[in-house]
Each structure stands twice: as C-alpha cells, then as structure tokens.
C-alpha cells in the first residue's frame, strides 16, 4: 500500500509504506515511487510528537543556503531539497537516497569485522595493507563532504559520529541525519542542535561550559568529533579507550576520558596508563604528519580548542599521505587493488610489521581457543569420569570385602563422596588453570603451590591405603 503527500511545490508524490529502515526517535525514512524524477530521492517523516513550530522554519532555511555540490564522485550529503505537507500539514521533508548498498560506517569502525558482512567488505580488514590504504582513502572523501558543508559558516553538524554516516564498499560516503544540525550567523544561534553523544563531543561538552540546547557551537566541536571518527576508522577503537592508575582510576567510561584529555598518546596519559587496547599500537606506524594531526586534535586542542585541525586540512594531508602510494587515485572508485607500492621505504616496512603482527596475534587467539580452551577442559573430564567409574569399583569392593559391616562399608563411600571428592576437584581445577593460564601469561600462580596441593592430596595414595 503506498503513501500520498504533496510538496512545497504543490507537487504530487507517492512513496512506500514500508520504511527503509527501523524507525528512529524524530521518524522514519521511506523511498519515493513516483514521480520518476524522485526515484534517487526519499522522504522523512516526522512522528507527530516531533513536529513542532521550528522544524519547517529550520528546513525551510536549510533548503534556501544549501551546500554547493551536495552529490560528488565519492560522497553524497543528504541534504534537505523539498518540504512535504499532508493535507496542508507539514509532515516531512524530501533529501537524495544514499548510495545503493552503503551500510553503517559503525559497522566497519570495530577491531573486526562482522560476521554477516559480504565478502566483498573484506578489503577493508584492517590486518591487511590493502585494508589500511582503502581507510586512509574513506577519510580524505569524508574530509572532503565536511568541509561543503563548513565552509558555509552557518553550519555546524553538532551530532557528528559513524551512526551518521553510511559506507559502500566503493568507498563512497552518504552523510545522513542532516535536520538536527545547529544553524548560526556571527556566532549567534538562528536554531540550536539538539541531539549529542557523549562519546562524540569535545572536552568542552563534558565540563558544562557549553549546551548544544542552548549555546553556540562553535567549529572546533565538530573537528573534535570529526578526529575521534577519523582514529576509529584507522585503527578500529576508540581514540580514548584505555584503563588508568592514580588519580583517574574511576575514569571508566569514554565520556570521562575526553574530559580529562586521556589520550593514550600522551605524554600526560602515559604516566598513568595501566592497560593499552593492542589495537593502539599501530598508531606509531601512522605517517608523521597524520600523527601531528591527532596531537593538535586531541592534546593541543584540549587547551586551545582553535588549534584542532579542519576537515580541509585533514583532506590535504591525508591526499598528500596517499598520493605517496603508486595506487589507484583518490577520485577513482576504489575497487580490487593491485599490490601496494610505497614510495617511501619506511611507510612499507611498517605495513609490513603491522600485517605480521596482526598475523601473529590471529594465529596466537586462534591456538588459545582451539587446543588450550577447548582440549584440555574435554582432558579434564575424562580424567573425572575414569576417577567416577574407579571410585564406584572401589565401593563395589568395599562392600564385598565388608559385607559383615555395612555401616562402615557406608561410611568409607560417604567419606569418598563428600571428602576426597571436592579436593580432587579442586586440585584439577588448579591443575588445569596452570596449564591454560601460566602458559599465556595470565595467571601468577607459584609451581611448588600446585605441587604441594597435589603431593598432599593424592587420591591414588589415599585408595591404596584404605583399599
């Protein structure tokens, strides 16, 4: 059953009852049927608790001072295009689709990959360079949609994070969820943003200094944001994810992090670093002038939130970075590559060393899970269950042999079951967690420990002495 609007334009529209996708908290997205001119385009509806006074205003305005070169070779802004009534009621608003067969850039921003992904998102596997390279390349085209829409100065997207972005596996970029932005003229809000995450916004969002509902937002919250989406697009975490000692030990989520300017790359952090995501390390393999890039970001732009860099000058190093490589140029799709050829020697030697550790560090989980977690617990219980079957023999013997006194007979077994049984347990459990856990580092137990357990409580001595 299809769905009927008109447009601002008085034009007749008719789109699909069926959302594109699961409805959000503002409303939900559906395709446009008809006419065949609207066929790369959807419309937003809003829920009708959502439809207040400032909506059409705001779109209204958005429409009027859009962006210049809203679709490109590599991005696609969904910007506003047209308001849509319901018997002269504003509902919604028209935008371009995103390009066919994008998903969440979240999806891709993870130590792996998911699952259920198509073979065809492989190329983007961070444990390979290829992978790596086509990253580096899905940065410069985001830098490259931002900085359309900054360089209006009236726009400052506020809300900026993969959820709102969508990826194919061209390398092509759609920027969605556009209507929540904050418009401003000379620093004076014209309609706030509304919606934030934590995760997402600068120190100055987690000290109370600025409410998006309220204040203005000035540039430098987006290039915060746009650096921390950057980082977990290269190295699949969080910028901030650590654990720390000392005085920022109950630092446990992201949010306070940010706050406290916990880079793990910090000077400041480092001295109260306890425990480092692996996955951070191939930030030192990272071209110096990217790095300097997350520095001013993050450390410098703690301070002086000025001095983080734009999305144009992200766009310029990251073009300079990858011009370097005898690859496919940026404004070609990105597709199979042909094998990576760096001009500069060093950069391939750390491509290389990052491939082999990942490679290594694969192989080691792998043999963790397959033959120490999954083996020696199957060992172990057959080792239980020959010790079940000698201990109903025993008992069996027992009784026979004792068969004038069957109480004592009783009481031997009981003393077996509830006794000898639990600390035979026990000493498997220890013997088993030193096998697994010494041997990868994870578990400190003293040998001659778990040699004393088992040298006092032989249940093989024991049987033999009462049997």
Not at 31 to 47: D, E, G, L, Q, V
Not at 225 to 244: M, Q
């Amino acid at each position: 059953m299809a769905l009927y609007f008109k447009t601002s334009q008085n034009q007749k529209i008719t789109v699909e009852d069926k959302p594109l996708s699961v409805a959000g908290g503002e409303g939900q997205v559906h395709r446009i049927i008809a006419p065949s001119f609207y066929k790369n385009y959807c419309i937003k509806i809003f829920h009708s608790n959502q439809r207040n006074p400032e909506r059409e205003p705001k779109l209204s305005y958005m429409i009027k001072n859009s962006p210049s070169e809203l679709i490109g070779d590599k991005y696609m802004i969904c910007w506003p295009t047209e308001l849509v009534y319901d018997k002269n009621q504003f509902v919604g608003f028209i935008m371009p689709l995103a390009f066919e067969g994008s998903i969440s850039l979240y999806d891709i921003c993870r130590p792996t990959m998911k699952k259920n992904l198509d073979e065809k998102w492989h190329k983007f596997n961070l444990s390979t360079s290829q992978g790596v390279i086509l990253r580096l390349k899905l940065c410069a085209n985001l830098a490259i949609a931002i900085h359309k829409i900054h360089q209006m100065n009236h726009y400052m997207l506020v809300d900026m994070k993969p959820q709102n972005i969508l990826l194919t596996d061209l390398g092509t970029i759609s920027i969605i969820d556009l209507d929540s932005i904050q418009i401003a003229n000379d620093s004076k809000v014209t309609y706030p943003a509304h919606a934030v995450t934590a995760e997402y916004i600068p120190p100055e969002g987690h000290s109370s200094q600025l409410h998006p509902s309220q204040d203005y937002i000035p540039l430098s919250w987006d290039r915060f944001s746009l650096a921390v989406v950057f980082y977990e697009i290269l190295f699949g975490l969080p910028a901030f994810a650590a654990t720390y000692k000392g005085k920022y030990k109950d630092c446990d989520t992201i949010a306070e992090k940010i706050k406290f300017g916990l880079f793990p790359h910090a000077a400041k952090s480092k001295k109260y670093l306890e425990s480092l995501p692996p996955l951070h390390n191939n930030f030192q393999r990272l071209p110096k002038p990217l790095k300097d890039l997350f520095f001013q970001a993050f450390i410098k732009g703690h301070n002086l939130p000025t001095a983080r860099p734009s999305a144009e000058k992200w766009g310029r190093s990251l073009y300079q970075e990858i011009t370097k490589i005898k690859q496919t140029p940026i404004s070609n799709d990105i597709e199979e590559q042909s094998p990576v050829k760096i001009k500069d020697s060093k950069t391939l030697k750390h491509l290389n060393e990052f491939k082999d550790y990942l490679h290594d560090k694969l192989k080691n989980i792998l043999e963790f899970f397959l033959i120490k977690i999954l083996l020696y617990p199957l060992i172990l219980a057959i080792n239980l269950l020959k010790e079940v079957a000698s201990w109903l023999l025993f008992f069996i013997v027992a009784i026979l042999k004792s068969s004038r006194d069957l109480v004592i007979s009783m009481l031997l077994f009981m003393f077996v079951i509830f006794a000898m049984l639990p600390i035979r347990i026990i000493v498997d459990i220890f013997t088993i967690s030193n096998v697994i856990l010494w041997e990868n580092n994870l578990f400190d137990m003293p040998k001659f420990f778990i040699n004393a357990i088992k040298n006092h409580w032989s249940y093989d001595e024991w049987k033999d002495k009462y049997f």
